[in-house]
């Protein structure tokens, strides 16, 4: 299996221009998260889908940011607008069954808005 | 709500020497589940060892092994035989295992442990 993959790998973008991060999961993983992590706040989870479906959304930092996961192979992480204090690392993690403890990282969206 | 605390910012061991990275945590939950994940300068975060809290013995991961102790809710990392590609963070983490629903599903992470591994 491929692993979750992410991209960009990397991103710089200037304030108030939209972001785009986006995420692929293991083929069968039917959970998705989003983290986010900074030095100054560590890993942060943003959002978890089961099913495409938003489950809790109550680390999304404002309303700037969304997500939406069309298809069970594909989610995307919105920034708009952009804003210095949003660089950080994003990762898109997944897992299977709702048992599962084993979430599998991707390797990570580096954004950085100037 | 729990919390997950990594006492020790920054670490150093020599290579083939034994270092043991801390970690406490808190909750009021009785069944849960405990990660270490290793993050290199790549970034990637890597799964090095999970620990069922229901379980008594000490998980294992050839030169990887916890020492795991419910009543004082610690959860320490011991890497044997050092090597130089153990050079990484280090994050301690905590999931509920009451499944997921609301924010039981997430994972929650310690500020981490930079590890150094000196030739």
């Known amino acids: 299996d491929a692993g979750v993959i992410q991209s960009p790998r990397h991103e710089v973008t200037e304030m108030g221009q939209e972001v785009t991060l986006r995420c692929k999961p293991i083929?069968?993983?039917?959970?998705l998260f989003w983290y986010r992590q900074t030095m100054m706040r560590g890993l942060e989870l943003l959002i978890y889908?089961?099913?495409?479906?938003?489950?809790?959304d109550s680390g999304m930092p404002e309303d700037r940011f969304s997500a939406k996961m069309p298809n069970a192979s594909f989610s995307t992480l919105k920034i708009q607008p952009s804003e210095p204090r949003d660089s950080a690392v994003y990762f898109c993690?997944?897992?299977?069954?709702?048992?599962?403890?084993?979430?599998?990282f991707g390797p990570g969206t580096r954004l950085t808005v100037t | 709500a729990q919390t997950v605390t990594q006492s020790q910012p920054e670490m150093s061991v020599q290579e083939a020497e034994t270092v043991t990275l801390s970690c406490t945590y808190d909750t009021s939950e009785s069944d849960y589940y405990l990660f270490w994940y290793k993050q290199p300068p790549s970034r990637q975060m890597i799964l090095v060892i999970r620990q069922e809290a229901y379980k008594q013995q000490n998980a294992t991961e050839n030169r990887f092994s916890v020492n795991f102790q419910k009543a004082a809710k610690s959860f320490s990392l011991k890497i044997s035989d050092s090597q130089l590609g153990d050079a990484a963070m280090y994050f301690c983490a905590y999931r509920s295992a009451y499944g997921y629903g609301g924010s039981q599903g997430n994972l929650i992470f310690g500020k981490g442990t930079k590890l150094s591994v000196k030739p």
């Open positions: 083929s069968g993983h039917d959970y």
């Open positions: 889908f089961n099913n495409n479906v938003p489950i809790d």
């Open positions: 993690a997944s897992s299977s069954s709702i048992l599962s403890y084993e979430q599998y």
